[in-house]
């Protein structure tokens, strides 16, 4: 399997459009300040809510350019002439990184009402998703029987684009650096989720 690859770190900028109709809808800045022994129970559910309105939080994306050769091997010289089969395919590979929000709690969550900050345990940043950005360049070598008999090009496309994903998911989970990268970006953007609150957020 050959690969040749490259990088475009991209910062999605989710301020903007993403922001606009959530900001609006912020109520914990009209409670952040209530005194009476239920009120860190209070503001960590008002919190919950809001970052689980929001799901997965994207990052940051990254396109690689992916080539890979897949060998359909029929375990000899003589079977391969008949029905071998091989796939060489390249593509643009679209790979977005994030950090799941739903998965915290009321234990990942802590106040200083004196320093006014909200320290949150976020969780690991994860592969969302990984799309196809325009189309696959398909060879294909196959023996004499399998070409007239078996070929199926909607089937190589398929091996092609999973091949592909895996490849690009790989050589993502292999840079922590673009990991750590998504882990601060999501502290960034939840603290403009929350400037209204008066409160800092902050890694736990």
Do not use: C
Request: glycine share 4%; charged share 20%.
């Amino acid at each position: 399997m050959k690969t040749k690859q490259f990088f475009l770190t991209i910062t999605i900028s989710l301020i903007t459009g993403f922001l606009a109709g959530n900001i609006s809808g912020l109520i914990i800045g009209t409670k952040i300040n209530k005194e009476n022994t239920n009120e860190t129970t209070i503001e960590s559910t008002l919190i919950l809510e809001r970052l689980k309105e929001q799901s997965f939080l994207i990052t940051r994306s990254v396109i690689s350019n992916e080539e890979v050769t897949i060998t359909i091997d029929q375990s000899s010289p003589w079977s391969n002439f008949w029905w071998g089969h091989e796939i060489t395919a390249k593509g643009l590979i679209q790979t977005d990184i994030g950090t799941d929000l739903s998965k915290i709690s009321e234990n990942n969550i802590d106040f200083n009402h004196s320093n006014k900050t909200i320290s949150i345990s976020l969780p690991d940043p994860e592969i969302y998703n990984t799309s196809l950005k325009g189309d696959i360049e398909v060879t294909t070598k196959s023996g004499l029987l399998k070409k007239l008999l078996s070929s199926d090009s909607n089937e190589d496309y398929n091996l092609a684009l999973n091949e592909l994903s895996s490849q690009a998911e790989a050589s993502i989970n292999s840079n922590q650096d673009l990991f750590n990268e998504a882990s601060d970006e999501s502290i960034i953007i939840l603290n403009y989720l929350f400037q209204d609150t008066g409160y800092t957020i902050q890694a736990k």
